[in-house]
Each structure stands twice: as C-alpha cells, then as structure tokens.
C-alpha cells in the first residue's frame, strides 16, 4: 500500500523560501513519476512541478526559476524547494505519485505566505 507523507508546510513573508518533503513508503520510489501540486481556495489543482525516476523535471510556467523539485531515491523522498514566494502562492501543496495509470496523493501541506 503507497503512502505519501508530506511536510514543511507553515507561514511565511513574501520573498522567503520554504522546503517541502514527501516519502513514499509501501513501493518502489524510483519507479515513480513524482510530483507536486496545489490547491488555492476557490480554484482548481493546479500541476507545480513533475520530477522522473532518473531526475528529469517539468514545472508549470508561474513556477519555473523560482521553484525546484529533486528527488532522492535512497529516501524515498521528494522535495519542492519554493524561493521568492508570493502571496499567490497560497495553497494546500500536494505530493503526487503516478506508476502505470495509478495516482496517489499525499493529505496535503498548508503553504500560506503573507504580504
């Protein structure tokens, strides 16, 4: 059974930075295409990031040059590293892990910067 823990979620000013993590336990983590999304209140979920197996990225156009997501496979451990955070940037951030036609997701992490 695939769980998706995140954290590092919290409060911050806008222009600091924060780093988000989620491990996956109950699979194989490198297998995974992983990747992060948010959810703004009132709006739909929107992709931020994709990260492959072998470390190959894809960002939403708002997030390129201010967001990074890596991976580490030997934790089993995806990170979205998030600078120059905006107010616009509020939003629960979800952890996706997709393998063949399969998605899970993560309980979600509060991101709330102020201005």
């Known amino acids: 059974q695939v769980q998706l823990v995140e954290s590092g979620g919290g409060l911050v000013q806008a222009g600091g930075s924060l780093r988000l993590s989620c491990a996956l336990s109950?699979?194989?983590?490198?297998?995974?295409?992983m990747g992060w999304y948010r959810q703004a209140p009132g709006k739909q979920r929107e992709l931020v990031a994709t990260?492959?197996?072998?470390?190959?990225?894809n960002y939403a156009d708002s997030m390129k040059g201010r967001f990074t997501i890596s991976r580490d496979n030997a934790k089993n451990t995806v990170y979205l590293q998030m600078n120059s955070l905006k107010p616009d940037d509020t939003a629960v951030y979800y952890c996706?892990?997709?393998?063949?036609?399969?998605?899970?997701w993560g309980q979600g992490t509060q991101v709330t910067v102020s201005s």
């Open positions: 996706n892990a997709h393998i063949y036609g399969n998605n899970y």
């Open positions: 109950g699979s194989i983590f490198s297998l995974y295409l």
């Open positions: 990260i492959t197996g072998r470390s190959i990225t």
